[in-house]
């Protein structure tokens, strides 16, 4: 087992979490009991990278004109790669190595991509439910999964220590 020093956190990373407990603190009927400071932490990190997957596919679907599938692919890489680096540093402020931790976060949003984004958007739109929409409703099912995958899977410390 190697001794690797651990950064005290820059300003942004203790408020961010100072943010999220906060917020805990504040939920009402003892909700604050059940839910951890890193949920919060996640629905605000995938709040605004959802924002800029939408942003991303409307431009380039809505005003460009690209096929949907391309569309949905390059929004989501955007966000996703966005999300990684966001949930690292603020969200779970991970010191783990990053090698194999991003191997883990692509798998992770492999099955997610293919399931929720590409399976549940695809389908609900085919449905005839405007692509935003159905985008929304895949994004759904994504939140749950990927802020259960990304806590247990890839920013586990407990997992983390074990890869060193």
């Known amino acids: 087992m190697t001794t690797q020093a651990v950064a005290r ?3 942004a990373v203790r408020w961010f979490h100072r943010a999220c407990e906060v917020v805990v603190a ?14 919060v932490g996640y629905l605000a990190v995938s709040g605004f990278t959802f924002a800029t997957d939408l942003f991303v596919l409307t431009a380039l679907h809505g005003w460009l004109g690209a096929a ?4 949905v692919t390059v ?4 966000a996703f790669a966005l999300s990684y ?18 191997a883990v976060y692509v798998v992770v949003v492999a099955v997610n991509y293919l399931v929720f984004i590409l399976g549940v958007t695809s389908v609900v739109a085919a449905l005839g ?6 985008r ?5 099912g994504e939140g749950l999964f990927m802020y259960a995958s990304m806590r247990l899977l890839v ?10």
Not at 26 to 39: H, I, K
Not at 85 to 102: D, E, I, Y
């Open 9 to 11: 956190p820059g300003r």
């Open 26 to 39: 504040a939920l009402p009927f003892g909700l604050g009991r059940f839910v951890a400071p890193t949920f």
């Open 68 to 71: 949907l599938p391309l569309a």
């Open 75 to 78: 929004a989501y890489c955007a």
């Open 85 to 102: 680096v966001l949930n690292r540093t603020l969200n779970f402020a991970s010191h783990a190595a990053v090698g194999p931790q991003v």
């Open 129 to 134: 439910l405007d692509y935003r929409l159905a």
């Open 136 to 140: 929304i409703v895949g994004g759904l």
């Open 155 to 164: 920013f586990n410390p407990r997992r983390s220590r074990d890869q060193r």
